[in-house]
């Protein structure tokens, strides 16, 4: 069983795609947001790409049972009724709902990856069950960080590090990293005992923090609050079995 | 003054090397052999992408002024005059000859970084000449580590690591670390001590060993046994001032 990370997020080569689980991550803040919102109630999430399309959505679906949440430029979008704070997302604002999503980097990876054998969705909040869930697969795996406007993002590879030693610690020499992988799992070590210090390094850390949006550093930082492994599938994310 | 690093050889978008000087680097091993291969009195190298191309370009020369080097497979190519070790590249065998070389992704990155403004070439052997050379073009700067076959290389990164540690410990605070900068120093600074150990846990690495070049790995992580700045310039690369 291989574990690759790209470290960059352009779109996959589809033929490596088709065999493999990917898990996205996204942890300031889309795919934070999308663990916590299920968390909380939410039934599911559409992920989008452009804001468009969110309001071309709402449109279709019938108003009441729905909720628009995202941003652009870490801000909520005029017109929505939830922002990119998982903070926000608590039972009673959004349970029974379905969440149409869009968000600069997080929502646009799923559609670069839809091709992919099985798609998770991951954060530090469900990392545990994350590691587990691939270690059940017994498949291999590409790691996709959602990354910072196509760049390599320290915050993402970090928890896709994480995501490596758990599965490496519990898989043993089964498992087969790539350098890509190795360069996140030295990462993630060199971090693992202050997630929040990588985060206020990281160059979008930095940006959350000049918006006004310092607190939701440390809330993504939080570690394994629930064990819901979410998966996208024909378009949709939903808690899976 | 920033300093970038493309963690994966993708073309770069070229309005930003525009402006930047950017470092190629193939430690494992063309940027390796290239450096050595001027150290011992090679005229100039050019790079070619292909075997074909190497072959016709001898035609054009005249074939006792010429010496065809480079790697498929990381073996010598049949018809060619040497390999890609740069123990192969002695003033005896090479002194006052231009070079065609052609390998695997090396040659080809520096195609792909053309439209920079300044190109240079860096690997361990000249690793303190080419800081020093950054800090007085006082640009940006876009590290470009050669990869392994359109992927993240170890190696290269670290030796890219190695250059941000040095400038930065020169330059001070004017030095600006993009998020993938960090995760290049975080990388040497796990290996200075043990560049070997990283070389061979590399997938490169591990080839190389297992195709019977294993000592160019040790060769390969000598650090500044020259202090020339190759640049590449009109198809050329030659020593610059």
């Known amino acids: 069983m291989e574990i690759d990370i790209q470290l960059v997020p352009s779109p996959p080569n589809s033929n490596i795609l088709l065999n493999r689980a990917v898990v996205v991550i996204d942890v300031l803040r889309a795919t934070s947001v999308m663990i916590h919102a299920l968390s909380q109630g939410v039934l599911e999430i559409i992920p989008v790409s452009t804001v468009e399309e ?23 979008i005029q017109g929505f009724d939830l922002g990119n704070s998982p903070r926000e997302y608590i039972a009673e604002r959004v349970r029974g ?54 760049k390599f993002s320290l915050e993402d590879t970090i928890c896709g590090g994480m995501l490596i030693e ?33 985060f206020r390094l990281s160059s979008h850390g930095k940006e959350l923090i000049d918006r006004g949006f310092g607190e939701d550093l440390a809330y ?22």
Chains 1, 2 share one sequence.
């Open 97 to 150: 709902k379905k969440l149409i999503l869009t968000t600069t980097n997080g929502t646009k990876a799923f559609h670069l990856v839809s091709s992919g054998k099985e798609i998770l969705v991951g954060s530090f909040f469900n990392i545990g069950a994350i590691a587990q869930r691939c270690l059940k697969l017994k498949r291999d795996i590409l790691i996709f960080p959602s990354g910072d406007e196509g």
């Open 220 to 241: 993504c930082a939080q570690i394994d609050i629930t064990s819901l492994v979410p998966h996208f599938r024909e378009g949709g994310i939903k808690i899976s079995d």
């Open 166 to 198: 758990l599965i490496t610690k519990r898989g043993g020499k089964a498992i087969v990293l790539t350098d890509a992988s190795h360069c996140a799992q030295i990462l993630y070590r060199k971090f693992k005992d202050n997630l929040l210090k990588a």
């Open 54 to 76: 969110a309001f071309q959505m709402a449109k279709i679906l019938q108003r009441d049972t729905i909720l628009l949440g995202g941003e652009r430029e870490s801000k909520k």
